[in-house]
């Protein structure tokens, strides 16, 4: 089915649109492409939005381009183009060890003119060796990244990992087992990064791989409640009992590996490609769509300059779209550390407890 151009949305600066129950709000002036291949669809309340809001007002963009795994030499190129056709989020963290080359994109993209700093929404991670100098941790990754501040500052997992250990992010011990604080109270790190806002070096902080027990236990002792929770999300994973707690917390999903991680393998599904087929879109862009859809930014990766302008497209797709999505049936995790901890996943039941974990 050939596609068509539903709406072209031109925003030249921070001015409101509002999209049904979305308020779509764009950082500078760029370009929304939003496809629908029904000729009978009209502008309505379910046009995908572009932005989402934040519990601390600030708007998130539906979709990042993140850097995990991304080969050295070839992040910054992406970053760069990335902003160059119309991204204004980029994910990064201190454990993927690339952040200087996510900060020579940033720079690149904002001496080319393509943004400004206040235009793009950016993301870095605390890593489980600074779970106990987190204001350290958020200060080496502001200078790798070459920026006074970032918009989101994610704990990256509920773990402690020793500070002083054989390697600074993942130290090991003789056995080659990861070097874990097995007294690591998550609880007691988050209370280290509620001190960060106040500092002006963080505008929005926020957790990474929490289950509802990890959040229970969190938001009984926090004054903050986080931002964001990033998650493994897909039909394959969807999380529905995390997904629905944050909702009814106000705490916005990310969702990370939206195609089933390194090499896609969401993409061949019946599912997925069913409503490919019926949308007359390709299966990542299903994929993608998937997460806006249901209310959550999405991190698509990607160093091909094709991939990351084609994973800007995103459609809208209607209650039996999700429903075909929904029902996929075999749940499989494709990222899960060896850390030996039992997060409280209910597919991921295994592992010893924490303090404050389940």
């Known amino acids: 089915m050939t596609k068509r151009l539903f709406q072209t949305i031109f925003l030249r600066s921070l001015r409101p649109i509002s999209l049904g129950n979305h308020k779509c709000s764009e950082f500078g002036g760029r370009n929304i492409y939003i496809y629908n291949s029904s000729s009978s669809s009209r502008y309505s309340h379910t046009m995908a939005p572009t932005t989402f809001k934040l519990n601390t007002g600030q708007d ?50 904002f001496d080319a003119g393509y943004v400004k700093r206040e235009d793009v929404f950016v993301v870095t991670k605390l890593w489980n060796t600074y779970s106990t100098r987190v204001e350290l941790g958020l200060d080496k990754s502001l200078k790798a990244l070459g920026l006074d501040y970032v918009d989101l500052f994610l704990v990256h997992w509920p773990v402690g990992m020793n500070p002083n250990g054989n390697d600074d992010r993942f130290p090991k011990l003789p056995d080659g087992s990861r070097d874990i604080l097995w007294d690591h109270d998550h609880v007691a790190t988050w209370k280290l990064m509620e001190a960060l806002p106040k500092t002006g070096k963080a505008k929005n902080i926020g957790v990474c791989n929490y289950s509802r027990p990890y959040l229970e236990q ?126 409280g996943f209910p597919d991921k039941q295994e592992g010893r407890v924490l303090p404050n974990g389940v």
């Open 60 to 109: 998130i963009p539906a979709v990042g381009l993140g850097t995990w795994q991304s080969a050295p030499g070839e992040v910054a190129a992406a970053v760069a183009y990335a902003l160059k056709v119309g991204y204004r989020l980029i994910d990064a963290a201190y454990c993927y060890a690339n952040e200087d080359e996510v900060g020579q994109g940033l720079k690149a993209a």
């Open 218 to 343: 969190l938001l009984a002792k926090a004054e903050v409640v986080p931002a964001v929770n990033q998650i493994e999300n897909h039909p394959a994973l969807p999380q529905q009992e995390v997904v629905d707690y944050c909702n009814e917390k106000g705490i916005h999903i990310m969702a990370y590996s939206p195609l089933g991680s390194t090499g896609g393998p969401l993409m061949k599904s019946e599912a997925v490609t069913k409503v490919a087929e019926k949308k007359g879109v390709s299966p990542g862009t299903v994929l993608l769509s998937y997460h806006v859809a249901r209310g959550t930014t999405v991190i698509a990766k990607s160093v091909t300059e094709s991939r990351i302008k084609a994973n800007l497209e995103i459609v809208d797709l209607d209650t039996e779209d999700l429903k075909i999505l929904n029902d996929y049936g075999k749940i499989e995790r494709y990222v899960y550390p060896p850390f030996g901890i039992n997060f």
